[in-house]
Nanobody, 123 residues
Framework: QVQLVESGGGLVQAGGSRGLSCAAS????????MGWFRQAPGKEREFVAA????????SYADSVKGRFTISGDNAKNTVYLQMNGLKPEDTAVYYC????????????????WGQGTQVTVSS
């Protein structure tokens, strides 16, 4: 089992920045890809970004490309999501997820999930 704990959510004004962290514990040696997803009220959970532990092989949703950056610290078993240029439509609960598969992108491909952290962007 892998346990994930997110932190860093909160209220931010449009155009501002916010950084999220996700600390992993447990059988982290089995994890090959870390991802961030988000879910807004009344909407399905959607992919935001993903990378390997070292921050390589990154991928981003088109809606956040150029504004969000995912990075990882293998030694700390922590992955980060730096969000810049935030927009009201970025408001959602952000979830950290871990996968045993190198190419994981879709939620169903991630076996482990954090509890989520709320990010609210005011206009």
């Amino acid at each position: 089992q892998v346990q994930l704990v997110e932190s860093g959510g909160g209220l931010v004004q449009a155009g501002g920045s916010r950084g999220l962290s996700c600390a992993a514990s447990g059988r982290t040696f089995s994890v090959h890809r870390m991802g961030w997803f988000r879910q807004a009220p009344g909407k399905e959970r959607e992919f935001v970004a993903a990378s390997s532990w070292s921050g390589g092989t990154t991928s981003y949703a088109d809606s956040v490309k150029g504004r969000f950056t995912i990075s990882g610290d293998n030694a700390k078993n922590t992955v980060y999501l730096q969000m810049n240029g935030l927009k009201p439509e970025d408001t959602a609960v952000y979830y950290c997820a871990a996968s045993n598969w190198y190419g994981a992108t879709y939620p169903v491909e991630y076996a482990y999930w954090g509890q989520g952290t709320q990010v609210t962007v005011s206009s």
